[in-house]
């Protein structure tokens, strides 16, 4: 009777099951190179076989995935093309690659928990490193706060969002400087609506329209300020790493001027009652309807 053998390879992984096989001409057994009468007891589907010649047993171990991988306590980078490799261990590799190294005493190790790698000491070029690009997201995160601080409602029976920064703010000044050539002495603004991009006309007296300029301004100047304060202080490295990683600009965000509360300000105030008379009755008169939709 012919006996079932389980033939492995030079690296003693099994390759597979078999029965013995006899020679033609004389009988006699041919056997495969390495071979075994010990029956393996595993899933071929998730493991693979590796027999112990010395304990005569099989070991059993799970399919290694493809890829590159690195070593979780030396960093040593490994990459596994065959399924069948017996160095990997999931516990001692990870396919997260190590964070940057430095020749300066910078020590790392991978944090299971985690499942990141972390730095356990910090070389004075690792801190110049974090420092840098600590700085750059900085000062793009205090750009884009500025950005969105540097806006005003303006209600007025419509709520339009307007930017007091920028090509969009230039023009609203230009336009109004404009107005100091106008016998009426009127200002008449295209606005556009930050939200939908709808165009809007504003006609008011320039002395009205002076008057409501100057809050914008404040708030732009106040924003303006405060941003190149926090700047300044990360160009002339002022703060500490830990300070500059909790830099945070208090800018004035939501921003509203509502134009009716402010047209009854302007009508009765005794300065502008007194200086702009014929300005305090074009305002009376508009009904404080300024805002008129442009098509198109």
Known sequence: ???????????????????????????????????????????????????????KTWNYKEFSPLGVFYNKQSMVKIEIKSKYNTDYFADLYTEI??????????????????????YITKGSQLLEFEWQNLTKEKVLEIQKDYKLAQTVLLINGRVIL?????ADYADLQREFNKSSWRKDQLATFIIKDVNDNKRYKLTIPRSFGKFLLSKIEKMSADNYKKKEIALQKIEQKELTLAELSVLKVDFIYDNEININVEANSYINDNYFITKYPKDIEFVINSNQHFFTPING
Not at 99 to 117: E, I, Y
Not at 162 to 166: D, K, L, P, V
């Open 162 to 166: 307007i930017n007091i920064m920028g």
């Open 1 to 55: 009777m012919q006996k079932i053998i389980y033939e492995y390879d030079l690296d003693k992984i099994l390759i597979n099951e078999t029965i013995e096989k006899f020679n033609k001409l004389d009988n006699s057994v041919i056997l495969p190179q390495f071979y075994t009468e010990i029956k393996p007891v595993f899933n071929g589907d998730t493991h693979f076989a590796i027999f112990d010649e010395n304990s």
């Open 97 to 118: 690659k190590p964070l940057p190294t430095f020749n300066d005493g910078t020590t790392q190790a991978f944090n299971n928990t985690s499942q990141a790698w972390e």
